[in-house]
């Protein structure tokens, strides 16, 4: 089984090394991330610049591909021009820190994984819900496990998979659920500073504004210990208002 | 009606420029724009930095606010501080160069009327089909006139439209309809060039390979000189695979 790996944290990350280490126990593992934290960078892609690839080394050996760029950038690279031909899956994280509800919408880590799913290669994006532990062992277990049942069960082309993974002890995570997109938001807040010369700048701090009440979704099921297994695509339209909006009279022929 | 006006290709295009100049007819405009081009920088937003905002004058006329940020920067930074109470609508444009199909996923243009849209106020975002051409004059008219269906018709809460305008003229529009995002995505080729010095570097180039045969897709609708409006949402999930994956038996409860 052939794996890309990626990620937003940077390729020196400790979640990016847990993952590799845990999946080249099951496949022939190439890492293409990001040299530079690229954290909310969402589905960012480098354009009006050009792109740098250089090997990354830890202790000496050779570790994968450090790419001046996105996660998203990374995928696109890895798939053409890295690898001689496209991966079996490419898989993206551990990201420090959660990304579920709309966190999926800002999230680099989860820009990587539906990269690769927009050009027709299965994915999966693994997210540790804590900013400060440095444990992954557990993560990078689960990510195995999950890992292997994609490729078993062919995931849909156009579908990846944003995988949650409770900061807790092992012996404290009460399960593996599937779940949807919570519909939890940030109240964001733009704390006002003053620099040294008398001018003001801004830092985005805020809180998520919880509103689910069961398992199904994301963000409930990772606060009741559960790792939370969400399908996601990047087929956006609205079909619902799509439907609704041929009410408005909005459509017009000036020609016929 | 209180109007907020964003883009991602910065405070100082033409684009932007048209499209306030349009929607000053109908409203009391904001505008509150990247200080620089951020194109394709998707849902990025600012979060290991601090946003700086300055005023922005052309002409020596107060014209808006410059971010030092992102398009979902600028709209958060809009809502939140600059304007005293949310707007009735947030207009993102009018961009240069089409977001259809996959587009949607990687354009700043769109991200920051999906942000407002996440922030539960009303938004459209506006791209002419071209990145050359300099006359958003016909653009700029039927933004207008879409903005007045949009807060006459009451746009569900968290959903956004996409408008996509041929860059033809007036005379050669058929029309405007309601619209899906098309299947079409990029064919991407990293040109490898070798710098002064003996090192590669990569630029993101490629074609966009066009799959749709009829008018309710984005891109077939203005390849045949309509006007596309789509609307999209934020919920991620891919309810379908959900519904598929339960079959696979990934779920697991240790405890009961």
């Known amino acids: 089984m052939k794996i890309l790996i990626s990620n937003d944290d940077g390729i020196n990350s400790l979640g990016i090394y847990a993952l590799a280490k845990s999946l080249k126990e099951i496949g022939d593992v190439t890492v293409v991330a990001p040299i530079t934290e690229q954290s909310a960078v969402g589905h960012a892609i480098t354009m009006k610049a050009p792109l740098r690839v250089v090997e990354h080394y830890i202790n000496g050996e050779f570790f994968g591909y450090a790419v001046e760029g996105t996660p998203a ?25 959660s990304n579920t509800a709309i966190n999926i919408i800002y999230s680099g880590t989860v820009s990587a994984a539906r990269e690769a799913a927009i ?59 599937l779940t949807k997109q919570s519909k939890s938001k940030w109240d964001d807040i733009y704390e006002e500073r003053t620099d040294p010369y008398g ?58």
Chains 1, 2 share one sequence.
Not at 213 to 237: M, R
Request: glycine letters at 4%.
């Open 119 to 177: 050009m027709d290669v299965p994915a999966v994006a693994f997210s540790l819900t804590s900013h400060i532990s440095r444990d992954f062992s557990f993560a990078a277990k689960i990510a195995q496990d999950i890992v292997k049942e994609v490729v078993k069960n062919n995931l849909p082309l156009g579908t990846c998979l944003n995988v949650n993974i409770p900061a807790v002890p092992e012996n404290e995570i009460n399960g593996v659920l």
């Open 199 to 256: 001018k003001s700048y801004y830092w985005l701090t805020g809180s998520l504004v919880e509103v689910d009440d069961n398992l199904e979704t994301d963000q409930f099921a990772i606060k009741n210990n559960y790792v939370a297994v969400t399908p996601i695509h990047f087929d956006l339209t609205d079909y619902k208002t799509y439907e609704e909006m041929k009410k408005w009279n909005i459509e017009r022929k000036f020609v016929e």
């Open 73 to 97: 950038d990374c995928v696109k690279m890895g798939i053409r021009n890295i690898l001689k031909s496209p991966p079996d899956i490419v898989v993206s994280g551990i990201n420090h820190g």
